[in-house]
């Protein structure tokens, strides 16, 4: 039975955890599974819709796992590469949350652009009960989305966090129930494939640029994207239907 369930759209590809009996906890397997994906979304791109099973989104890193690794392991990132290269992508990706998402789980929605979720939603980090930090992106990735002062204290106490304030504080843009969340990203997904694609990956590597290189990546995607075919078709249409 595959770690990783794929099922591919015209509008995205959905990889759903596949590890119920340890409620989707992230193993070694996952993680090849997820660079194995990576590979072929690098080569060709589209949005990609994270999300769990059995009513789980991913309870964290395996804890077996975890237990035997060693400082060299450490040293790899093996969870934080795999989530960095997710986060990547040239096209949208979009965590579909339903149930827990726990350490390595949470990390795994944060690498996110989009994230959705149920009202059975419970995320947070609590890797330092358990000896150990939030190492696969909460420590840079969290204060980014939701602010220093609230990171900071989930970090430290490793407070799990509700679905009604993970949507106030913006940590996820919509709840829906259980039934209907998969379908909420596939709408989502089905709205960004009717812009152009291009625009959209300039999109999503402009938004992530440090600071200090805004307003230059700004205006040179904007200078490709001005000689585009496709700019030329769409804003022609554009303007064709405003006269009619």
Not at 101 to 123: F, H, N, S, V, W
Not at 172 to 181: F, G
Request: charged share 25%.
């Amino acid at each position: 039975m595959s770690v990783l369930v794929l099922e591919r759209r015209a509008s995205a590809v959905i990889a759903r955890l596949n590890r119920p009996h340890v409620r989707n906890a992230i193993d070694q397997e996952t993680v090849d599974a997820l660079h194995e994906l990576c590979a072929e979304l690098e080569q060709r791109p589209q949005t990609l819709i994270i999300t769990g099973s059995d009513g789980v989104f991913a309870s964290g890193a395996d804890i077996g796992q975890l237990r035997e690794r060693r400082a060299a392991d450490a040293l790899k990132g093996i969870n934080a590469t795999v989530f960095v290269r997710i986060n990547e992508l040239p096209m949208p990706v979009i965590a579909a949350i339903d149930g827990y998402a726990l350490g390595g789980g949470a990390e795994l929605a944060y690498a996110a652009d989009i994230r959705i979720g149920t009202p059975e939603l419970k995320i947070g980090n609590p890797e330092t009960g358990l000896g150990i930090i939030a190492s696969a992106g909460a420590s840079w990735r969290l204060k980014e989305l939701v602010g220093e002062p609230l990171a900071i204290e989930l970090l430290l106490t490793g407070r799990v966090m509700r679905a009604e304030e993970a949507l106030a504080v913006r940590l996820v843009s919509a709840l829906h129930p259980a039934e209907t969340l998969l379908d909420a990203a596939i709408a989502i997904a089905e709205r960004i494939a009717r812009n152009d694609p291009a625009a959209t990956r300039y999109t999503k590597r402009v938004f992530h640029a440090p600071r200090a290189e805004h307003p230059r990546v700004d205006s040179e995607a904007q200078a490709v994207l001005f000689e585009s075919p496709e700019k030329l078709r769409r804003m022609t249409e554009f303007l064709e239907r405003k006269t009619r």
